[in-house]
């Protein structure tokens, strides 16, 4: 599966439950992308590419003033390739817009989209859970989301070994944690 983005829309793929970034959001405030900008003839004001869009690279936007110049220009439309090999491990892919992952880290998302896929498996109804979900949680921004699901069951519900949680005590406080118990027992 090959992903392109150029933007701050995400996709998400959940590979046994564990949620793999396939895009990055184009940031202004990303390093690699301002060495772009500012290499461009461009700036970053408070996170905006020329004080005017919050993303660094789009497929549109070319009516802001002093984006995009015939040799270029600071906002760039070349999207950003990521891709991987599917296995049976691989359950589906979340694609949404800045507006759910606003909202959502990836995890989140994809821990969201495994209980509802669990329950009706149907990755419309999905898509439409992670908008309610995310107006809920006062999504601010416009929002779009589509599932694709990669096989046609339900992922499987997955048992998380915990881990081992190593706790110590020193003597002073077990001695202190006794004496109080005793004091409590008269």
């Not at 691989?90 to 896929?117: H, K, P, T, Y």
């Not at 202190?176 to 027992?185: M, T």
Request: one cysteine or more; a negative charge.
């Amino acid at each position: 599966m090959v992903v392109a983005n150029a933007g701050d829309c995400r996709a998400v793929l959940s590979r046994r439950g564990k949620a793999i970034e396939m895009s990055r959001d184009h940031k202004p405030i990303c390093s690699k992308e301002r060495r772009r900008i500012e290499a461009s003839g461009g700036y970053v004001d408070e996170g905006y590419l020329n004080g005017q869009l919050n993303v660094a690279r789009a497929l549109g936007d070319w009516h802001m003033e002093g984006l995009k110049c015939q040799d270029g220009g600071p906002l760039s439309a070349e999207p950003e390739l990521m891709g991987t090999r599917l296995t049976e491990e691989d359950e589906f892919l979340i694609i949404g817009c800045d507006g759910l992952w606003d909202v959502f880290m990836s995890q989140n998302a994809v821990d969201f989209a495994r209980r509802r896929l669990q329950e009706h498996n149907n990755p419309a109804m999905c898509s439409k859970d992670l908008v309610v979900e995310a107006l809920k949680r006062n999504s601010s921004d416009n929002l779009a989301v589509v599932v694709v699901c990669f096989q046609p069951q339900p992922p499987l519900n997955l048992v998380i070994p915990r881990g081992r949680v190593h706790r110590s005590i020193s003597a002073e406080g077990l001695r202190e944690l006794q004496s109080f118990l005793d004091k409590r027992e008269n």
